[in-house]
C-alpha cells in the first residue's frame, strides 16, 4: 500500500548514487539535501557491482553508512533492488545472459541493462540479491520504498535468444493450449505456415520477408509479460519480507514494448520517467500526456515523478538546456496533472561515464555558483506550501481510449499504409487539452461509466469484449468520438468481415468499403456541411456508407467528392461520432467540441500555450494555470472568488501571467472550466523575470 502521508509533504528528491563518489563527498551531500528540501531519495539503482563484486561476496558496509547517514539527516531511501546492470562477472560466467537481437546479434559488455529475462542463472542471482538487501534493510527507519529494478525495456524490450524462444513456447502454449487453436489464431493457411511441433514455433527473428502478423503481436504481448515475470520474482520477494512498504518500477510514459496498464496492477503506486525534449515545439504537451497516462494506469491514483532532468540531458543530438523557470513551470505541471513526487536525475551530476554531461540537482560548479541549484532549492522551497496537493483529484469527463495490443497490432508490418499510433494520439489529446479538458487514457475494457465522452484516435484491433464496452457506453447515453481504421481486428489480428468497422458499424449507423490511402503530394478537403468551413486531410480518406448516420462533413477531390467524411448518429440513449480520414489538429479540435458540447461538457478555448488543469479537494476546487510559453505574457479572466492556494489572498478578476508563470487558484464552489477567459497572449518579454 502506497501512503502519501508516510512521506514528509510532497516527495522531493533525486537519484543518488554515492558509490560514484569519495566518502568525504556524502557528508556534503546530505546537508545540501537538506538544504534543498529533499526528502526521498533512490539509492543504488546501479550498484550491483558494489554490493557483490564476486559471485555471493555482498558488501554492504558502505550502503549501510549512506542508509544511516541519510537517516540522520531526516531523509528517506527509495531503496532499489540494485539489478538493473548486472555486473561484468555475471556476462563473462553466462555468456549466454547477454540478449540478443532480432538479426542473431549478441549485445555485449560495457553499457547496462545486459539481461536475457529469461537466463536462469540470471533470475535466480536478480532473487539472490533482492533477497540480500530486503533482509539487511528490512529494518532500517530509513526505508521508505522500493524502486525494482530500472526502467524495464528502456535498452532491451525483446531478446531473442533460444531461451527466449523456449519461454515464448511456455506462454503459447499457455494461451492456446493446443496447436490447432494456435495455426487457427496465427492464420497459418496463410504461406504454407502451419505448425505441426511446437518446437517448430521461432520468435519472429529477421525473416526473409514479413513474419506472421500474429506471431509478431503475439511475441510483443510475450516480451512484455516476460520482463514482467522477472518484475514479479523481485516485488514477490520484497513483498514477501516487508509486507508493509511500497513498491514500484519507473516507467517511461508511452513506451512501446510494455503493456503498463497491465503492468501498473502489479505496483503498489506508479511512478514516472519523463524527459520532454525543452527544444520541442509544445514539450508540455509531451509531458502532459504521459502524466494523465500515469495517472489514468491506476484509475486515477496519484503518482511519483521519479526523474526529470534538473536542466539538460545527454543523449540527445543537441541537448537544449532548461532555461530558467522551465523546471519550475514543468515540476507545477506534474503537480497538475497528479504527481504527489517530484524527483530528478540525479542528486549530482557525474564526473565520470556516459552521463556525466547530464545535469544534476548538484552541478559540477558545485551549489553556490550555480541557478540550476537555487532553482532547485527554491522549488523545495515552495513545494511545503503545496503539500495539500497531494490530496487532490483530477474528474475527468473525458477519455482517450489507449490500448499496447492496439500499438502494436496497428504498426506491424503490410498494412494499407504505415500507419503510426503515437502521431494520432498527440493531436486529439491536444485537441482536447486546448480544449480545457482533463483528460483520462482508458482501456477499451476499462470502466467507461464515468465519462460523458469517450475519443477513439485509433482502434484498429478491437476485441469483441471491446466493442460491446463501447457499444454499452453509448447505449447508456454516452457520446463516442471515433477516428479512422477503427475496430477493424480482432484480437488475433483477423479481418472483421461484413463492412469495416463490423462490430461498431450499427453504433456509428455506416459501413466503411474501402480506404483511400493518400501519397504525401496528394490533397484532399473535407468540409462541414453546417458552416462551409474546409479543411484539409491527408495520408488518409474512406469509402463510407451511411445506413441511418446523419452526414455532417464531406469530401471534396477525387472519386469520393460529395461523399461523407464526418458523421453522427444517435444510438440507445448516446450517439456517436465518426471521424473518416486524417483530418488537422484544427478538423479535430472543432469536432470534438461540438461532440462535448452536445454532450453537456464545459468547453473552454485554450491557446497552446497555457496548461490548464482543474482539480477537486473535498468540495473545493483548484485551478492550475501554467503559461508555457517563453517569451509572451498571458491575459486570464478568472471565475469569481477565487483565492491563492499558497496564502488564501483574494484573487482579482483578471491577471497576466509572465511567461513561464504560474497560478494556483482556489475556490470553495464547483467552478466550470468555462468560466475562464483567456483575454489576450499580450506583449513578448524575457522569461524568467
Ligand atoms: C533514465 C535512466 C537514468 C538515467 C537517465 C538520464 O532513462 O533511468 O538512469 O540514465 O535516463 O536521462
Same mark, same amino acid.
Given at each position: 500500500m502506497f501512503d502519501i502521508h508516510h512521506f514528509d509533504g510532497i516527495i522531493y528528491g533525486a537519484d543518488y548514487?554515492?558509490?560514484?563518489?569519495?566518502?568525504?563527498?556524502w557528508p556534503e551531500d546530505a546537508r545540501l539535501m537538506n538544504e534543498a528540501g529533499v526528502n526521498l531519495v533512490s539509492l543504488g539503482i546501479f550498484s550491483w557491482a558494489h554490493l557483490e563484486?564476486?559471485?555471493?561476496h555482498y558488501n554492504f558496509d558502505w550502503l549501510d553508512e549512506v542508509m544511516d547517514l541519510l537517516h540522520q539527516h531526516g531523509i528517506g531511501v527509495n531503496l532499489a533492488?540494485?539489478?538493473a546492470s548486472p555486473p561484468p562477472w555475471l556476462s563473462l560466467k553466462y555468456p549466454d545472459s547477454k540478449p540478443v537481437t532480432a538479426d542473431g546479434i549478441r549485445l555485449e559488455v560495457g553499457?547496462?541493462?545486459?539481461?536475457?529475462?529469461?537466463?536462469p542463472a540470471f533470475r535466480s542471482h536478480v532473487r539472490q540479491l533482492t533477497e540480500q538487501i530486503a533482509q539487511r534493510? @528490512?529494518?532500517?527507519?530509513?526505508?521508505k520504498m522500493w524502486h525494482v529494478n530500472?526502467?524495464? %525495456?528502456?535498452?532491451?524490450?525483446q531478446c531473442f535468444c533460444d531461451l527466449c524462444a523456449e519461454e515464448f513456447r511456455t506462454w503459447l502454449r499457455g494461451k492456446y493450449g493446443t496447436l490447432d487453436a494456435l495455426n487457427f489464431a496465427w492464420g497459418?493457411?496463410?504461406?504454407?505456415?502451419?505448425?505441426?511441433?511446437?518446437?517448430e514455433i521461432q520468435p519472429p527473428?529477421?525473416?526473409?520477408?514479413?513474419?506472421n502478423p500474429t506471431q509478431q503481436l503475439d511475441w510483443r504481448r510475450f516480451s512484455s509479460d516476460n520482463l514482467l515475470t522477472l518484475y514479479r520474482l523481485e516485488a514477490g520477494v520484497l513483498q514477501q519480507i516487508t509486507p508493509h512498504l511500497p513498491v514500484t518500477t519507473n516507467f517511461l510514459g508511452?513506451?512501446?514494448?510494455?503493456?503498463y496498464f497491465k503492468w501498473a @496492477?502489479?505496483?503498489?503506486v506508479v511512478s514516472l520517467d519523463a524527459y520532454p525534449d525543452?527544444? %520541442?515545439?509544445r514539450p508540455h504537451m509531451e509531458a502532459g500526456m504521459s502524466y494523465d497516462l500515469m495517472r489514468s494506469l491506476r484509475g486515477g491514483q496519484r503518482w511519483i515523478l521519479m526523474e526529470q532532468a534538473p536542466s539538460a540531458v545527454n543523449w540527445r543530438e543537441r541537448n537544449t538546456l532548461k532555461r530558467p523557470g522551465l523546471m519550475r513551470l514543468l515540476n507545477h505541471q506534474a503537480l497538475a496533472h497528479g504527481a504527489s513526487g517530484l524527483m530528478f536525475f540525479q542528486w549530482r551530476a557525474s564526473r565520470?561515464?556516459?552521463?556525466?554531461?547530464h545535469s544534476g540537482m548538484v552541478q559540477h560548479v558545485g551549489p553556490d555558483r550555480s541557478r540550476v541549484w537555487q532553482e532547485v532549492k527554491a522549488l523545495g522551497q515552495e513545494l511545503k506550501s503545496l503539500r495539500?496537493?497531494?490530496?487532490a483529484r483530477l474528474p475527468a469527463r473525458v477519455a482517450v481510449m489507449f490500448d499496447w495490443n492496439n500499438w502494436w497490432a496497428l504498426e506491424i508490418?503490410?498494412?494499407?499504409a504505415a500507419l503510426k499510433l503515437m502521431p494520432l494520439v498527440q493531436k486529439w489529446y491536444a485537441a482536447l487539452r486546448q480544449l480545457g479538458q482533463n483528460v483520462d487514457f482508458v482501456h477499451?475494457?476499462?470502466?467507461?461509466?464515468?465519462?460523458d465522452v469517450v475519443a477513439l484516435p485509433n482502434q484498429y484491433l478491437l476485441a469483441a469484449a471491446g466493442a460491446q464496452n463501447i457499444r454499452s457506453f453509448v447505449e447508456r447515453g454516452g457520446t463516442l468520438v471515433s477516428g479512422f481504421f477503427?475496430?477493424?481486428?480482432?484480437e488475433h489480428e483477423h479481418i472483421q468481415l461484413g463492412g469495416y468497422p463490423a462490430l461498431l458499424s450499427d453504433v456509428l449507423g455506416l459501413w466503411i468499403e474501402e480506404w483511400l490511402v493518400m501519397q504525401p503530394h496528394e490533397e484532399q478537403q473535407m468540409q462541414l456541411l453546417s458552416s462551409g468551413k474546409t479543411y484539409g486531410v491527408q495520408n488518409w480518406a474512406e469509402v463510407i456508407h451511411v445506413t441511418g448516420a446523419e452526414i455532417l462533413a464531406t469530401f471534396q477531390?477525387?472519386?469520393?467528392?460529395?461523399?461523407?467524411a464526418v458523421t453522427l448518429h444517435p444510438f440507445g440513449a448516446g450517439q456517436s461520432y465518426y471521424l473518416g480520414g486524417d483530418f488537422t489538429e484544427e478538423a479535430v479540435t472543432d469536432l470534438l467540441e461540438q461532440a462535448l458540447t452536445q454532450a453537456d461538457v464545459p468547453v473552454c478555448r485554450v491557446p497552446e500555450s497555457l496548461n490548464v488543469t482543474l482539480s477537486a479537494l473535498g468540495d473545493d476546487r483548484v485551478l492550475h494555470l501554467l503559461?508555457?510559453?517563453?517569451?509572451q505574457s498571458l491575459q486570464v479572466g478568472l471565475p469569481e472568488g477565487g483565492t491563492r492556494f499558497e496564502n488564501g489572498a483574494p484573487l482579482p478578476q483578471a491577471i497576466t501571467l509572465p511567461p513561464y508563470g504560474v497560478l494556483l487558484a482556489r475556490y470553495s464552489r464547483a467552478v466550470r472550466?468555462?468560466?475562464?477567459?483567456?483575454?489576450a497572449e499580450a506583449s513578448a518579454r524575457l522569461a524568467g523575470r
Open positions: 548514487n554515492p558509490e560514484q563518489w569519495p566518502r568525504e563527498t563484486a564476486r559471485p555471493g533492488t540494485a539489478t553499457g547496462r541493462q545486459l539481461y536475457c529475462p529469461s537466463h534493510y @528490512q529494518g532500517h527507519p530509513a526505508l530500472n526502467e524495464y %525495456g528502456c535498452h532491451v524490450d497459418t493457411a496463410f504461406w504454407s505456415q502451419r505448425y505441426g511441433d511446437w518446437a527473428r529477421r525473416a526473409p520477408t514479413y513474419a508511452f513506451l512501446p514494448g510494455l503493456d @496492477q502489479e505496483e503498489d525543452p527544444s %520541442g515545439s565520470a561515464g556516459a552521463e556525466k554531461y495539500e496537493l497531494t490530496e508490418d503490410s498494412k494499407p477499451p475494457e476499462g470502466d467507461l461509466s464515468g465519462y477503427s475496430g477493424i481486428v480482432d477531390q477525387d472519386f469520393i467528392a460529395g461523399q461523407p503559461n508555457v510559453h517563453p517569451t472550466i468555462n468560466e475562464l477567459n483567456i483575454v
